[in-house]
Every structure is written in structure tokens, then in C-alpha cells.
């Protein structure tokens, strides 16, 4: 089992796994459904939006910690901050990407990603330089404060 410090790397070492997983048998598998499906096209075109969005999922998994965190340390509109900061981003990008010939509809599947990724970085700056992450930390640092009520 992993330890509470290799948790992260456990999460990213099986994150890849199946991320390979799926980029080695995906194209098997698709292939036979495109023989079964007149409408071949479709399947190419939806694996192609799976291959970016799931390649970036850990960014939403992320967001999510970051909106649990803002919330359980009472600044639930950091949460608001990053929710708009994600939706007005792929809005805007999905908008401006895919007017481009040569980019597309790929475009707008790539605009999701950098939503998520940007609002991570927000969150994960805004948490670096705000009380709240310093009192967290000085606790961490503290072992004997496991055992003291906050």
C-alpha cells in the first residue's frame, strides 16, 4: 500500500497505467465497433475529443480538491472565483480556437483542459499566498498538533 507521502505519486503511477491502458486497446476496440457502425466517422471524432479530455482529467480531479479545501477552510468564494475562471476560460478559448481552420473542433475539446488547468494554477497560487496555507502547514509541521483539537 502506498504511505501518506507517496499518495500523490500512487494516484499519478495509476492514473498512467490506465491512461496507457486505454491509448494500447482503444484503437482494437474502436475499430471493431467502426466495422460493426456505418457511421464510422462518428466513433473517430469521439475518440478523438476522449483522447484530450482524459488525458487532462487529473486537472478537474484537482479542481475538485481545490473547490473542497475553499469550502471546508470557509471561503467558499474562492470556489465561486474558480468556477468562473474555468467555465469563462473554455467559453472564451472554445470561442476562439475553433474559429481557426486549421485548429477546429479540436479547438473546443482542448479549451476544457486549459480551463481546468488554469483554474488549478489559480487555486494553488491563491492557497500559497493566503494565511489559510500557512496556519496548514505550520500545523503539518507541528506532529505533536495530530493529537490537538484546532
Request: net charge positive.
Amino acid at each position: 500500500m502506498c504511505s501518506s507521502k507517496n499518495r500523490f505519486l500512487c494516484i499519478y503511477a495509476g492514473t498512467g497505467f490506465w491512461k496507457c491502458f486505454f491509448h494500447i486497446y482503444s484503437p482494437e476496440f474502436w475499430s471493431r465497433k467502426k466495422s460493426q457502425n456505418p457511421e464510422g466517422d462518428i466513433i473517430d471524432i469521439g475518440v478523438g475529443y476522449l483522447r484530450i479530455e482524459g488525458s487532462f482529467y487529473f486537472g478537474i480531479g484537482i479542481l475538485f480538491l481545490l473547490y473542497g479545501f475553499y469550502r471546508a477552510v470557509n471561503q467558499s468564494a474562492m470556489s465561486v472565483v474558480l468556477t468562473v475562471i474555468s467555465l469563462g476560460t473554455r467559453v472564451v478559448l472554445a470561442y476562439l480556437l475553433s474559429a481557426v481552420p486549421s485548429i477546429g473542433v479540436t479547438g473546443i475539446w482542448a479549451a476544457v483542459p486549459i480551463g481546468w488547468i488554469l483554474a488549478d494554477l489559480t487555486g494553488l497560487f491563491y492557497m500559497k499566498h493566503t494565511p489559510v496555507y500557512n496556519f496548514i502547514n505550520n500545523r503539518l509541521a507541528d506532529e505533536s498538533a495530530v493529537l490537538k483539537p484546532l
